[in-house]
């Protein structure tokens, strides 16, 4: 046997934080002439493999868009029918007790039906100690909204104008205490950032592909994670 030990290719480095938009259901059912709700939950599944490789691979955050503050724009049956695919998540707590998956949700809560949100609040409890990927789903999350409710609260608690600080603003945010996302994946063929995460993407990289999310494959996220291995983070440095 040889004293060499076999030389190991260059380890990728892996994002802290990646934050995904799972956008595209619609046109994914489109395409194949059946109802936006059968993309929504082909995309529901597409989002429990992606978690739970997250999970596998050892990512510490992932952040999910599920359904925004201007989502409520939809036929009303179309925001049911997704209000349902969550619940149904929400009851089949394997999902993240059997992973180990810590869950968080951003966004205002308080005008989602009373049952989802004991729902959300036992998932987040019963996973409180789960050391895991951190995963947090986005529902009824707005970036302005919770910038003005970061402002509200930090108006409420007396604090002097000169002592405002961003750090202040960060802690007032649905995601304190945590690292903001360095990589933000947006399939589907859109460029933009629908209300995502504001002011915590300020330094994010960016990785856009025209892959509608029901057909995102962990195979995708591993090229994407190799694109922001090439990256060169400069932060306003040299
Ligand atoms: C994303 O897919 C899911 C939500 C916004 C809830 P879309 O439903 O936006 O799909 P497209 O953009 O119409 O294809
Ligand atoms: C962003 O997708 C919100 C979610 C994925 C939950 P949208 O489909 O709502 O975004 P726009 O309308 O194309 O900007
Ligand atoms: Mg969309």
Aim: glycine residues 6%; contains cysteine.
């Amino acid at each position: 046997m040889s004293i060499f030990k076999k030389k190991q290719p260059a380890e990728r480095v892996l994002p802290t934080h990646i934050a995904i938009i799972m956008d595209g259901n619609g046109r994914w059912a489109k395409k194949r002439a059946l109802p936006r709700t059968a993309g929504h939950a082909a995309g529901s599944k597409t989002f429990k493999d992606i978690a739970r490789y997250c999970n596998k691979i050892g990512l510490k955050y992932l952040t999910v868009y599920a359904f925004s503050t201007e989502n409520w724009k939809r036929p009303q049956e179309e925001v049911n029918n997704i209000m349902k695919i969550f619940k149904e998540y929400l009851e089949d707590t394997k999902n993240f007790k059997d992973e180990n998956i810590k869950l968080q949700f951003i966004g205002d809560r308080t005008v989602l039906d009373p049952e989802i949100q004991r729902l959300m609040q036992q998932s987040e409890d019963d996973s409180r100690n789960a050391t895991g990927l951190h995963l947090n789903i986005a529902i009824n999350y707005g970036g302005r909204d919770e910038i003005v409710h970061a402002v509200k609260n930090i108006v409420n608690s007396g604090v002097g104008v000169d002592d405002i600080t961003e750090d202040m603003i960060s802690q007032n945010l649905y995601t304190t205490g945590q690292p903001d996302p360095d990589f933000i994946i947006r399939p589907s063929g859109e460029y933009r950032l629908s209300n995502y995460l504001i002011w915590q993407s300020a330094y994010a990289e960016y990785w856009f592909s025209d892959i509608l999310w029901p057909d995102f494959k962990t195979s995708d996220l591993d090229r994407a994670i190799d694109d922001f291995n090439k990256r060169n983070r400069r932060f306003g440095g040299v």
